[in-house]
């Protein structure tokens, strides 16, 4: 038996340039796994051959934190050598296959780090993307060597009564012989070729509810959903959501479920959300776990569309993987596209369609535009890495979803395709055609939309369009308008820039679609007609644009035009356009296109908040908001015709990052201080109506978690946080004197009565973050009543680390929540909810003037790091803009980055981020 310690050598970079085929192909693998916690043996039965296209040279194996005990060769003990952790073998066989024994250990019970096989409850389970796979056995770890897998478990029948891996079920029983007593087996084969990232198993105490369910081509598949026992009566939205899953897909894209049985576990010890394994997804149980006393609207929303995801990349993904890990966006990028596009296809009607819209642009904005303006920008596919785990980001997720979208919208090739659906789902088509079965690349996919629809704007901008592809940054799209009343003319100059990014000095032009309209001063859009001749048969133009500069002349326009640019936010870009107060309120109170505005309502505030920032007029006391910008907003909170859901999205402040995006120096305690002066105005000013509102939408009948009853919820939590604001600030609300003085009470009373978590949560999240007496009490109740639910234990946590800072309490409040019983660091979900909702989430508690914040996130990274370098490499990137915050924040942050960096020990993670972070 050999010792081996983890490869410590310094950290390489990945290059895409560089990439290689592989020098062997395996074409099969039989595993045979003896589970034990504390010391679980593999063996690993291959069959392989080189590849004729590539130089002879040895076999080089990738592993980690391996115990190795044999190596065979067909039969024979071979020769072998470990290098830099590598098992490196010569001499092998010129032609034809070979066999390759490699027996191992592990130490599953030891891994903290959730990568590989690891214990969760006494259970086992495997995370293998992007590099666990070699935590398991010696094998080629990179994602173009796909591979035919059988899987024997062995292990205590009492213990782990469940023994799953990818694929079905061929054998299993109890184990003879000696010293097999009380143990059984199972033998699992995967009928599909995969790469080791998507290999999985699980063994332990599990219970599942079971679908049959028949495809279009009448097939019979079995869908599983596996958890804890006791955690049955959380399921049923899961298999819902996966049920609508397979039918979504086959119908929109006539990809049909390829597997006899589809298996969903879940686990409360998860690093990401959820991981799409061949046949055996595993889940974080934030992703599964679900009823209406324990999950709110966003849990069941969330878990439909992870649920969504995972599935669908069944397809993208597992079927079609990527080349190497720089092309991780074709398999991540187009899932996301997919499962938003599978949320929207789910909603009622064009409303909810665009509130999901709005939500989803919302998350680019607020986390993935910040990315690509800081020290870890990179481009959707990145050039280089040090840690794959680090490029696991919203750019590449979110991003990259957005450049597949606009692909949709440029694969259109005319009026009878408008939206470039039917153009797109051609192009996927013609891509599993061409690549099913192979690892590709991002160029690979882009070629297939385009090569499927020869006569739209992608196919002939294709090599132009790709540069979303290669260069980071986030465009800015500067319009300015005019408007010739004697020929009735409208014209749009446009000019895009992008700024630098590390290692991008100068950027070429992006190919943008910009989706516009006109609208006049009845409100409704004006007809378009181009100075061409052509005109638009719809109320939009879709204006592709590809120079640095270019304008656009519309005719027999016959009033000065609002233009609204950019509908349906058709291109990832930051768009400028120097819109007076007047057009933004006819945007906001008539825009035929919801996303526009909603948008209108937010630069209004944003133009605020902006203004009040540079003066000092809120220490002399001057109300933030203006008198038009609030009877717009009461105007939409009446309004007899729109959603409740759009009327909570456009009544909520931009947030407190997405306002820091806004400026070049970064005071994130004056920002604090503006938006809640805002938030304070618009509680106080529309009081009467918030009243209104809240009532207007009690609950009605049973709780559903559909769109249109969640909005309903999400107003009146909206509503009841503003009138317990307003009751804050007008005198003593703790007598409960006047009107305003009842609500904190109401709220308690909603907290206790509610019958679903989003009601109860809403009730709780008002009283804790208007500061009231009654938080204390509720919090306790809320603890006390769902002490044994780890999920939602997570939001009780994340909630007062989360909370309104009033005077530096929330600092302290969260070092003794590290205290609490309950609380557990080795839990990533749990670490998540304390930490993260405090450094990430929380800017005006975080960046404090004493620094004490930036202590606190150091020694967080550190620790963490000793016990889970992927958890503690998010944690590390809370301070990725310290660059742009004014002082004293810029130099406490710099030196509490320096502290990190300075410690020799750091994992590759997390030295990536700081590296980074620190350098010019
Ligand atoms: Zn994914």
């Known amino acids: 038996m050999l010792q081996l310690r983890d490869s410590n050598g310094p950290a390489a970079v990945i290059r895409r340039a560089d990439y290689s085929a592989p020098a062997f192909w395996i074409d099969s693998v039989h595993l045979t796994f003896d589970l034990d916690p504390a010391k679980t043996r593999v063996l690993n039965k291959m069959t392989l051959r080189r590849n004729p296209d590539v130089s002879v040279q040895p076999l080089r194996l990738d592993g980690e934190a391996l115990n190795l005990a044999r190596v065979l060769v067909n039969g024979q003990g071979a020769s072998f050598k470990l290098d830099g952790g590598k098992l490196v073998l010569e001499n092998l066989p010129l032609e034809g296959t070979f066999e390759l024994e490699i027996f191992t250990t592990c130490e599953p019970l030891k891994n903290t780090s959730l990568s590989g096989l690891y214990v969760s409850n006494d259970s086992f389970f495997t995370q293998c993307e992007a590099e666990g796979f070699r935590r398991i056995t010696y094998f080629l770890d990179r994602p173009d060597v796909m591979a035919n897998y059988t899987v024997t478990l062995r292990a205590d029948q009492q213990k782990y009564p469940v023994l799953l891996s990818n694929g079905n079920l061929m054998d299993s029983g109890a184990l ?23 290999f999985a198993l699980v063994a332990g105490q599990l219970v599942c509810r079971e679908q049959r369910i028949t495809s279009r081509a009448g097939k019979e598949h079995l869908l599983q959903v596996y958890v804890r026992p006791g955690d049955m009566d959380k399921t049923e939205h899961a298999m819902h959501s996966l049920m609508a899953s397979v039918v979504w897909d086959e119908a929109r894209f006539g990809l049909a479920l390829d597997l006899e049985r589809f298996m969903i576990v879940a686990t409360s010890d998860f690093n990401m959300g959820a991981m799409e394994n061949k046949g055996l997804n ?83 904005r607020t986390a993935q535009f910040p990315e690509d303006a800081g020290p870890m920008a990179h481009p959707v596919r990145p050039d280089s890495y040090i840690e794959i785990n680090n490029f696991y980001t919203v750019t590449i997720y979110e991003k990259g979803a957005e450049v597949v979208r606009m692909m949709q919208t440029l694969a259109t090739e005319g009026a009878s395709d408008p939206s470039g659906r039917a153009g797109f789902a051609k192009g996927i088509t013609l891509y599993f055609a061409r690549h099913d079965g192979h690892a590709v690349t991002c160029d690979d996919f882009a070629q297939s939309i385009a090569d499927a629809n020869p006569d739209s704007a992608l196919a002939r901008l294709l090599p132009q369009f790709k540069r979303w592809y290669s260069q980071a940054g986030t465009p800015r799209l500067r319009a300015r308008g005019s408007y010739d009343a004697a020929a009735q ?31 006049g001063s009845s409100g409704a859009d004006l007809p378009l007609q181009l100075q061409d001749g052509s005109t638009s048969s719809h109320g939009s133009h879709l204006l592709v644009m590809t120079q640095a500069d270019e304008s656009i002349t519309f005719v027999n326009v016959a009033e000065e035009p609002v233009p609204s640019i950019l509908r349906g936010f058709s291109a990832p870009v930051l768009l400028d356009f120097d819109y007076s107060d007047a057009q933004l309120l006819t945007l906001l109170a008539f825009d035929p296109d919801p996303f526009n505005r909603w948008e209108a309502g937010q630069r209004l505030a944003l133009r605020s908040a902006i203004q009040l920032i540079a003066s000092d007029a809120l220490l002399t006391g001057a109300t933030p908001l203006n008198d038009a910008y609030i009877e717009a907003m009461r105007s939409v909170l009446r309004h007899p015709a729109l959603d409740a859901a ?69 107003l009146t939590g909206l509503a009841l946080t503003q009138l317990c604001l307003a009751a804050r600030d007008s005198g003593d609300p703790s007598t409960g004197s006047g009107q305003a003085g009842l609500w904190p009470g109401k709220a308690y009373q909603r907290f206790k009565d509610a019958d679903n978590m989003t009601d109860r ?54 070092r003794q929540l590290l205290k609490h019983p309950d609380f557990n660091l080795r839990n990533p979900n749990r670490a998540r909810s304390v930490i993260f909702s405090y450094c990430s989430a929380n800017p005006g508690a975080f960046h404090r003037a004493d620094a004490a914040g930036y202590v606190f996130w150091s020694e967080r990274v550190l620790e963490l790091d000793r016990i889970n370098p992927q958890v503690a490499a998010r ?27 300075d410690k020799p020990e750091l994992s590759n993670d997390v030295r990536e981020v700081v590296s980074r972070a620190l350098a010019d």
């Open 176 to 198: 003879g012989g000696v010293g097999n007593e009380g143990r059984h087996f199972a033998t699992w084969v995967d009928p599909h070729k995969k790469p080791c990232y998507l």
């Open 282 to 364: 595993i889940f974080n149980t934030k992703y599964v776990l679900a009823n209406q006393a324990t999950a709110t609207d966003a849990d069941f929303s969330n878990i439909e569309s992870v649920v969504g995801h995972e599935y669908f990349h069944n397809w993208t993904g597992n079927r079609i993987t990527c080349r190497d890990w720089c092309q991780l966006s074709l398999k991540e990028g187009l899932t996301v596209f997919r499962d938003q596009e599978f949320s929207m296809d789910l909603c009622a009607d064009a409303s909810a369609r665009a509130v999901k819209r709005i939500e989803d642009v919302r998350v680019l």
């Open 489 to 519: 003319t409208y014209t749009l100059n446009l000019r895009q820039s992008c700024a630098a990014t590390p290692g991008q000095e100068a950027k070429e032009p992006f190919v943008i679609p910009v989706s516009l309209g006109l609208v």
């Open 646 to 714: 759009f009327k909570e999205l456009v009544l909520t402040l931009p947030s407190e990052t997405y306002i820091a995006e806004q400026l070049e120096v970064v005071d994130p305690q004056r920002i604090h201080a503006v938006r809640e002066a805002m938030r304070a105005q618009l509680a106080s000013a529309l009081a009467a109506d918030w009243q209104w509102a809240f009532e207007a939408h009690a609950p009605n009948g049973a709780y559903r978690p559909d769109t249109v009853s969640s909005g309903r919820r999400a």
């Open 761 to 814: 949560f809403n009730a709780l999240n008002a009283l804790v973050n208007s500061g009231h007496a009654l938080a204390t009490p509720a919090l306790a109740q809320f603890h006390t009543l769902f002490k044994n639910e780890e999920l939602v234990l997570d939001k009780w946590f994340a909630l007062q680390a989360g909370s309104c800072d009033r005077g530096g309490q929330v600092l302290p409040a969260v």
């Open 875 to 901: 944690l590390a990137r809370a301070l990725d803009r310290w660059k742009k915050l004014a002082e004293p924040y810029r130099s406490s942050a710099r030196q509490a980055i320096e502290r990190v960096a």
